[in-house]
């Protein structure tokens, strides 16, 4: 008799229509909720994923000691945080500026981490986060993963080198 292998658990921050979650799905991640504040991103996820399994947050101010609560999880109990927060402000397919909100939302992420704190998570991004206000943003949410106790691997991935878009 083998043993059953554990299910991980995860929830997928900022998770538009769900490229991440699909692929961690595909891996046998078990997503139990996603979180995203664009309503045409929401209604693709859960014709997707399933019906009410993507909520609409607005996590640039949200309490996301509620939400671990709402999902009726301890500090430390969740396996995996996924998600990427919005690109717009980093992209140089845009306009870059240095002081757009949404740039913000990276520290957020950081912010559900300590709510949080799974066992491992992944945060992606465009590689204009790197350059952007001289990658402020990045090392300062690095510095706030490395506080929480995290070993972080930074890595730049050119993803069409993997077929994807």
């Not at 994923?49 to 999880?73: E, I, K, P, W, Y």
């Not at 845009?94 to 981490?113: C, E, I, M, S």
């Amino acid at each position: 008799m083998s043993a059953k292998k554990k299910q991980w658990k995860a929830i997928s921050l900022f998770a538009g229509a769900g490229g991440c979650s699909l692929g961690f799905k595909n891996a046998g991640v078990d997503i139990i909720a996603a979180y995203e504040n664009a309503e045409s991103a929401i209604t693709t996820y859960n014709m997707n994923f399933g019906a009410n399994l993507c909520h609409n947050v607005d996590l640039g101010s949200c309490d996301f000691l509620q939400l671990r609560d709402a999902l009726t999880l301890q500090r430390g109990e969740l396996d995996l945080v996924i998600g990427g927060p919005p690109c717009q402000g980093f992209t140089t397919a845009g306009n870059r500026f240095w002081d757009d909100p949404r740039n913000k939302l990276v520290q957020n992420y950081a912010h559900a981490l300590d709510a949080f704190y799974p066992r491992w998570f992944m945060m992606e991004n465009v590689e204009g986060i790197l350059t952007t206000a001289n990658g402020i943003y990045v090392v300062e949410c690095i510095k706030k993963m490395i506080s929480l106790g995290y070993t972080v691997s930074l890595k730049k991935i050119y993803m069409q080198e993997y077929a994807v878009p």
